[in-house]
T-cell receptor, first 118, second 115 residues
Framework: AQTVTQSQPEMSVQEAETVTLSCTYD???????LFWYKQPPSRQMILVIR??????QNATENRFSVNFQKAAKSFSLKISDSQLGDTAMYFC???????????????FGKGTHLIIQP | DSGVTQTPKHLITATGQRVTLRCSPR?????VYWYQQSLDQGLQFLIQ???????AKGNILERFSAQQFPDLHSELNLSSLELGDSALYFC??????????????FGPGTRLTVL
């Protein structure tokens, strides 16, 4: 079974600063994806960014980028020029897929509560 | 708005009771996932259905069951409810069952409170 660990329960930064959220995972699988989800106070789950494990290039989406270190099983999220609207819970997630088709459900970490201060 | 709908939004019931949560996936999505978010357990995957058939099982209790109907909507049945079942239950849908990447779109959740 896979495990996902987020070691920072809460982080607080000033608006416009850059912040990095940590995530490590443990798996013996080769076929998987990694994700960061955002959950604002509305409780809606929003996909921020995804990374295919077979790709060496780190994924980027506007102000969001990841540092994927496959050998170290590390998957951190960097938020640049942070905004008040980035305040939310952030969850790191793992999904195993099968080469013949099909995938398991998402395995989530415990989350990091990110607070952006004005 | 993800296009996934869940009803009801809130549900308050008593221990020992049975409830049914409903999920309608996005138009065209064949796969439905159920997740539970609680203070104790965090976010955990319960079960997945694809085009009416069970495809993957997570940490779903024996007191819980689910099904996906021919019109692709899904229901999660929770019985013999306990205080610890109080949680936010999410449904997510995707086009296919997995393999090549298919994003899971989450509904707004059903908040279950067991008193």
């Amino acid at each position: 079974a896979q495990t996902v660990t987020q070691s920072q329960p809460e982080m607080s930064v000033q608006e416009a600063e850059t912040v990095t959220l940590s995530c490590t995972y443990d798996t013996s699988e080769n076929n998987y994806y990694l994700f960061w989800y955002k959950q604002p106070p509305s409780r809606q789950m929003i996909l921020v960014i995804r990374q295919e494990a077979y790709k060496q290039q780190n994924a980027t989406e506007n102000r969001f980028s990841v540092n994927f270190q496959k050998a170290a099983k590390s998957f951190s999220l960097k938020i640049s020029d942070s905004q008040l609207g980035d305040t939310a819970m952030y969850f790191c997630a793992f999904m195993k897929f099968y080469s013949g088709g099909g995938a398991d459900g998402l395995t989530f970490g415990k989350g990091t509560h990110l607070i952006i201060q004005p | 708005d993800s296009g996934v709908t869940q009803t009801p939004k809130h549900l308050i019931t008593a221990t020992g009771q049975r409830v049914t949560l409903r999920c309608s996936p996005r138009s065209g999505d064949l796969s439905v996932y159920w997740y539970q978010q609680s203070l104790d357990q965090g976010l955990q995957f319960l079960i997945q259905y694809y085009n009416g058939e069970e495809r993957a099982k997570g940490n779903i209790l024996e007191r819980f069951s689910a099904q996906q109907f021919p019109d692709l909507h899904s229901e999660l049945n929770l019985s013999s409810l306990e205080l610890g079942d109080s949680a936010l239950y999410f449904c997510a849908s995707s086009v296919a069952a997995g393999g090549a990447y298919n994003e899971q779109f989450f509904g707004p959740g059903t908040r279950l409170t067991v008193l």
